[in-house]
């Protein structure tokens, strides 16, 4: 005949045998004592208050690094639009559209006759501000890539080629 489970438990090492209860002394009744937490149990909440606090500096860290990011970047604005005032080279009766990539799009700023070979020559650059592409001349865009190099949109290099396709930087389009 066929063994019971619990032998078969009990052979393999996965159960133990249960010695009969033994009546537990009486304590006395003045004397209320709190259950005794487990090692476990205290090992587990001190890893879980562990686990916590570091997840918590983590987070301030990383809030605090964010700011000052965002504080340096407001004093780069803030000297930036101190550098350029002034000294926007925009003409309102600009009428040619000069194209160039910024941002993975292809962006315009409009120009005069006379400012379209020296954008293409490398004397003047295009430099954005708070969403606005302004003309400047090579000493004011040298100084704004100096302060945030992102800025500085469009400074051509007159000794560089025409680029991989070969279209020249002065066709109109």
């Not at 709190?34 to 301030?60: F, G, M, N, V």
Request: glycine residues 4%; aromatic residues 4%.
């Amino acid at each position: 005949m066929s063994e019971s489970l619990r032998d078969q438990l009990l052979k393999s090492g996965l159960a133990r045998k249960f010695k009969a209860e033994q009546p537990k002394p009486a304590k006395p009744p003045h004397k209320a004592q709190p259950p005794r937490r487990e090692r476990s149990d205290i090992d587990l909440a001190k890893a879980y208050a562990l686990r916590d606090s570091s997840e918590r500096a983590e987070r301030d860290r990383a809030q605090r690094e964010a700011e000052q990011r965002a504080r340096e970047k407001k004093e780069r604005r803030q000297k930036l639009a101190a550098l350029l005032d002034g000294k926007a080279l925009n003409a309102p009766d600009a009428d040619i559209a000069r194209h160039f990539p910024h941002a993975n799009k292809i962006r315009r700023v409009y120009v005069t006759q006379a400012q379209l070979p020296r954008l293409n020559g490398g004397e003047l650059g295009v430099v954005q501000l708070a969403g606005r592409y302004l003309v400047v001349d090579l000493e004011t865009a040298n100084a704004a890539r100096e302060i945030d190099a992102e800025s500085l949109v469009l400074l051509c290099d007159p000794m560089e080629n025409a680029g991989e396709d070969d279209v020249p930087a002065d066709l109109v389009w």
